[in-house]
T-cell receptor
Framework: RKEVEQDPGPFNVPEGATVAFNCTYS??????FFWYRQDCRKEPKLLMS???SGNEDGRFTAQLNRASQYISLLIRDSKLSDSATYLC????????????FGKGTSLLVTP | DAGITQSPRYKITETGRQVTLMCHQT?????MFWYRQDLGHGLRLIYY???????DKGEVPDGYVVSRSKTENFPLTLESATRSQTSVYFC?????????????FGNGTRLTVT
C-alpha cells in the first residue's frame, strides 16, 4: 500500500465552483500534514499546513481525520488561477527528513 | 534576493558521463534536500543534509553522490549517468528537520540522459 494516496484527477470544474480533494495515509502515527501546490513545470510551494482542528486560509479549508487517516482540501469559489496540481504531504512520526509526498491531484478550473 | 537557486535549469548528457547539479540557498537553512520527480512516482527523496558535512541517504540514493562543505551549497552528482536518471530534480531547504517546517524548493533542473 502506498504511504500517501491521492485521486490523480483531473478535476475539471467551472469558475466559482467548490471542489474538494481527499488524501489517505497509511502510517497512523503520522504527525504533520501539508498541502503543496505545484503549477505546471514549476516547483512545489507550500499552500497550507493541516492542523488537527482543521484550518482555513481564505478560500481554502484543510481538514484532518485521524480516525480514518485522511486529510482533505476544500477550495471554495474556484478561480482560474487555482488550476494546478495539489500535493498531499505527510510526515511520519520520527521522520523529519522523509516527508511522504502523494502523486498529486490535478485541478483545472475553466471559464 | 534571498532564496534557493538551482543550476543548470536544463541539462542533456550522455549515458556514462558524470554530471553535477548545483543548489545554493541564501536563508542559512540547516536542512537541505534533493528530490527527483517522475511521472507515476511523485517526489522521491534522494539525499538530505542536516548541516554542513552531515548527509544521509533518502529513498532512492543509488547512483548519486552529495556533499555539503558549506551550509549554503548542496551539489548532487550523478557519477555515471543512466537513462533511468532522466528526471526533474528539485533541491529544497527547510529551517529545521522536524517535519513541521515547510520545504522551500528551487525551480528544478530538467535532466535528460541520452
Amino acid at each position: 500500500r502506498k504511504e500517501v494516496e491521492q485521486d490523480p484527477g483531473p478535476f475539471n470544474v467551472p469558475e466559482g465552483a467548490t471542489v474538494a480533494f481527499n488524501c489517505t495515509y497509511s502510517n497512523s502515527a503520522s504527525q504533520s500534514f501539508f498541502w503543496y501546490r505545484q503549477d505546471c513545470r514549476k516547483e512545489p510551494k507550500l499552500l497550507m499546513s493541516v492542523y488537527s482542528s482543521g484550518n482555513e486560509d481564505g478560500r481554502f479549508t484543510a481538514q484532518l481525520n485521524r480516525a480514518s487517516q485522511y486529510i482533505s482540501l476544500l477550495i471554495r469559489d474556484s478561480k482560474l488561477s487555482d488550476s494546478a496540481t495539489y500535493l498531499c504531504v505527510v510526515n511520519p512520526l520520527n521522520s523529519g527528513y522523509a516527508l511522504n509526498f502523494g502523486k498529486g491531484t490535478s485541478l483545472l478550473v475553466t471559464p | 534576493d534571498a532564496g534557493i537557486t538551482q543550476s543548470p535549469r536544463y541539462k542533456i548528457t550522455e549515458t556514462g558521463r558524470q554530471v553535477t547539479l548545483m543548489c545554493h540557498q541564501t536563508w542559512s537553512h540547516s536542512y537541505m534536500f534533493w528530490y527527483r520527480q517522475d511521472l507515476g512516482h511523485g517526489l522521491r527523496l534522494i539525499y538530505y543534509s542536516a548541516a554542513a558535512d552531515i548527509t544521509d541517504k533518502g529513498e532512492v540514493p543509488d547512483g548519486y553522490v552529495v556533499s555539503r562543505s558549506k551550509t549554503e551549497n548542496f551539489p548532487l552528482t550523478l557519477e555515471s549517468a543512466t537513462r533511468s536518471q532522466t528526471s526533474v530534480y528539485f533541491c529544497a531547504s527547510s529551517e529545521s528537520g522536524t517535519g513541521n517546517s515547510p520545504l522551500h524548493f528551487g525551480n528544478g533542473t530538467r535532466l535528460t540522459v541520452t
